[in-house]
């Protein structure tokens, strides 16, 4: 058998441990969870307190009918429940897009579906481009001014929530944590009232 170069060798040798390290970061790369969209929400949205009103919970807009009481803020436990039946019904809403449907639902939450359906965000990840990261940063801006800590929600919120190489687990994974939450949802209303609900819409000028 011929012997192959030295050099020949070493280039295989080169591009087969990359492929190993790239696997092996694919396969240890965190699975999303619904509880990790949450704690972000919790997190960047903060408390309402009374004097936030029509504010209320975890970023929550009052709308007509629904029955909160103007000057009492919720404890935190409601506030959660309120933010967790929220969120719920935006995954459901991305449900088609799987592991992205986090990811999507974390974003209506801040912004409005209807800024995600004019996103370049969604629009890519339709298209099958996995390129987001410049289109979904740019969901920083108010009044077309970019405010750090928005940039930093929206950076923190693809660290954790976007898996920039899906798999069918994955997959997988997103559909089980939004059926687990339908599954639950009346659990989930006992701390709150079960009304109609529209996403908080407090940004009204975010670059596409």
Not at 49 to 63: D, I, L, Q, R, T
Not at 163 to 190: C, G, M, R, Y
Request: charged residues 25%.
């Amino acid at each position: 058998m011929k012997k192959l170069p030295p050099l020949f060798l070493l280039l295989i040798s080169g591009i087969c441990t990359w492929i190993a390290v790239a696997q092996t970061d694919a396969s240890q790369q965190k699975s999303p969870t619904f509880d990790d969209a949450i704690e972000i929400i919790k997190k960047y949205e903060g408390l309402s307190g009374a004097s936030h009103w029509p504010f209320v919970g975890y970023g929550h807009k009052v709308m007509p009918g629904e029955k909160f009481t103007r000057g009492k803020a919720l404890s935190a436990a409601e506030a959660e429940a309120l933010a967790r039946k929220d969120y719920a019904k935006l995954c459901a809403l991305y449900r088609s897009y799987g592991a992205d449907s986090l990811l999507l639902a974390a974003l209506a939450y801040n912004c409005g579906p209807g800024v995600v359906a004019k996103s370049s965000v969604l629009s890519k990840l339709k298209a099958g481009d996995r390129d987001i990261e410049a289109a979904y940063i740019a969901h920083s801006k108010y009044r077309g001014k970019t405010l750090s800590q928005l940039k930093r929600r929206r950076q923190e919120e693809l660290a954790t929530l976007f898996v920039k190489h899906p798999v069918a687990a994955n997959d997988t994974l997103a559909a089980s944590e939004v059926e687990i939450v339908e599954e639950n949802i009346e659990a989930i209303n006992q701390a709150v009232e079960e009304q109609p609900h529209q996403p908080t819409e407090k940004i009204d000028s975010l670059a596409k």
